[in-house]
């Protein structure tokens, strides 16, 4: 009997639902429903919590089951990568400032370099922690912390005296919203409509032709009729070709889908 099969017979036996077990592990009950099924396995907190709740030791929940101990293996070496790319994060962003304050007398470029790493750790820390649709809420985290990057990076350029210009509020924010709510579009389209991974591309490859002349507008690219064209025919034109090309084979990818499950 694998680890899922056990958690299933216990709870049931505890006469204990899977949004009671949840409540009590702070999770999800899909979490809950994805371990029983064997869709995925709880980490070593939750496995120990686990044989609290269940009152079962881990002797009998973890024997047996090769797959869970693989993954237990797995996450402890993912641990130590996610450790070790911590403290080398923490002590790149500590130098840069240090290195800062002593040769210029001020925090400037260095804002750049330790916000960048705070951005993507961020990221990191979302894919560690999270159970389930990792991607999606390091997206979110992502996307909450845009703008503040690119405020951190305006300050840097702008009391270091390496641009002077307001950019941010002209530019920045604006595009920084274009080509979030184009990106937010297709994850939601592509959610509901349950689009694959080729349909979803194809989406993100037609808005983008969109989102490339809203970007030379803002940014002043096209002076004339004819900047447009030649940005069209050395940008825009590779879209669509990119798109079409996903929207044809994601097509009849969801088509053959669509036969098999009718």
Known sequence: ???GEQLQLRRKELNMTQEEVAKKLFISRQAISNWETGKSYPDIENIIALSTIYEISLDNLLKGDKNVMIELRKNRVYQYVYTTLA????ASAGICLLIDLLVSGRLSWSL???????YVSAAGITLYKSTERKLLKAFISLSLLLIPLL???QYSL????????HWLIDRGIPLAIIWLVIIWFVIVTATICKLNNFLAFSLVAFLSMFGSYLTGLLTGIYSNLNDYFDHFLSNG????????????????SFIRERKTTE
């Open 237 to 252: 034109l590779a879209s669509l070709i990119v798109g079409l090309i996903c929207l044809m084979v994601g097509s009849s």
């Open 151 to 153: 405020a951190s990076i």
């Open 1 to 3: 009997m694998n680890i």
């Open 87 to 90: 403290i080398l994060s923490v």
């Open 158 to 165: 702008y009391y270091s005296q390496m641009n002077q210009t």
């Open 112 to 118: 750049i370099v330790t916000s960048s790493l705070i």
